[in-house]
T-cell receptor, first 114, second 118 residues
Framework: ETGVTQSPTHLIKTRGQQVTLRCSSQ?????VSWYQQALGQGPQFIFQ???????GRGNFPPRFSGLQFPNYSSELNVNALELDDSALYLC?????????????FGPGTRLTVL | AQKVTQAQTEISVVEKEDVTLDCVYE???????LFWYKQPPSGELVFLIR??????QNEISGRYSWNFQKSTSSFNFTITASQVVDSAVYFC???????????????FGAGTQVVVTP
C-alpha cells in the first residue's frame, strides 16, 4: 500500500450538483496531483498542488477546482456536475525536491453522475 | 505536446507464457521520465518502474524487465513466466523535466489489458 488515502470510495450524484473529493498524501510528501480516469481510458491530469499552490493544470474547465492544506492533504471540487464527469478520480502524492519524483496513487473515488 | 501510445488493447496468455507490452512516446523535451504502472481490478494504480531519459540501461526486477530504446522512442515491458496475479491493466506514462510545462504531469497511454489464464 502507498499510504495515500481517498474518500469517499464511491459517490452518486445528480447532474448539476456539486461534489468534494478528499485525499490524504503519503507521509513526507508535499505534492498532490489529481487525475480523472473514464472507463476504459488512461488517467487524465486535472491539476497539481505543491505547498498549497496550484502548480499546473490540464485541460479541465474552471468548475474543477482544488485545495491543498498545510498538512498537504487535498480536496477536489467539481461544480455543476455533468454526466461526462462520471469517472474514477485518482489522487497521487509525491515529494517534489528538485529531482524526478514518482507519484504514488490512492485507491480512487468512483463518481457516478445520474 | 507529449503523447504516449500503447497500441495493444488486450493481450491474453496462458500462465507461464511471457508477455511483452509495447509503449511508444513522443516528446520535444530533451530530458524526460518514463513510468510503468499496473492497475488491478481494485482500481489503484501501482508504481512499477521509473526510467530517466539519460539512462538507457535496461533493467530486470524479478519477473519484470524493461527495454528502453531512445532511438525508437520506445519503453517496452516484459513479464516473464506470467502468473494469474499479473492480470491487470498496464499503463505507460511520460513526464517532462523541471524546466518544462510537463513537469510533474503524467501523460498516460490508453493502457493494455493483460489476461492470464491458468
Amino acid at each position: 500500500e502507498t499510504g495515500v488515502t481517498q474518500s469517499p470510495t464511491h459517490l452518486i450524484k445528480t447532474r448539476g450538483q456539486q461534489v468534494t473529493l478528499r485525499c490524504s498524501s503519503q507521509s513526507g510528501h508535499n505534492t498532490v496531483s489529481w487525475y480523472q480516469q473514464a472507463l476504459g481510458q488512461g488517467p487524465q491530469f486535472i491539476f497539481q498542488y505543491y505547498r498549497e499552490e496550484e502548480n499546473g493544470r490540464g485541460n479541465f474547465p474552471p468548475r474543477f477546482s482544488g485545495l491543498q492544506f498545510p498538512n498537504y492533504s487535498s480536496e477536489l471540487n467539481v461544480n455543476a456536475l455533468e454526466l461526462d464527469d462520471s469517472a474514477l478520480y485518482l489522487c497521487a502524492s509525491s515529494q517534489t525536491s528538485g529531482g524526478p519524483d514518482t507519484q504514488y496513487f490512492g485507491p480512487g473515488t468512483r463518481l457516478t453522475v445520474l | 505536446a507529449q503523447k504516449v501510445t500503447q497500441a495493444q488493447t488486450e493481450i491474453s496468455v496462458v500462465e507461464k507464457e511471457d508477455v511483452t507490452l509495447d509503449c511508444v512516446y513522443e516528446t520535444r523535451d530533451t530530458t524526460y521520465y518514463l513510468f510503468w504502472y499496473k492497475q488491478p481490478p481494485s482500481g489503484e494504480l501501482v508504481f512499477l518502474i521509473r526510467r530517466n531519459s539519460f539512462d538507457e540501461q535496461n533493467e530486470i526486477s524479478g519477473r519484470y524487465s524493461w527495454n528502453f530504446q531512445k532511438s525508437t522512442s520506445s519503453f517496452n515491458f516484459t513479464i516473464t513466466a506470467s502468473q494469474v496475479v499479473d492480470s491487470a491493466v498496464y499503463f505507460c506514462a511520460l513526464s517532462g523535466s523541471m524546466t518544462t510545462d510537463s513537469w510533474g504531469k503524467l501523460q498516460f497511454g490508453a493502457g493494455t489489458q493483460v489476461v492470464v489464464t491458468p
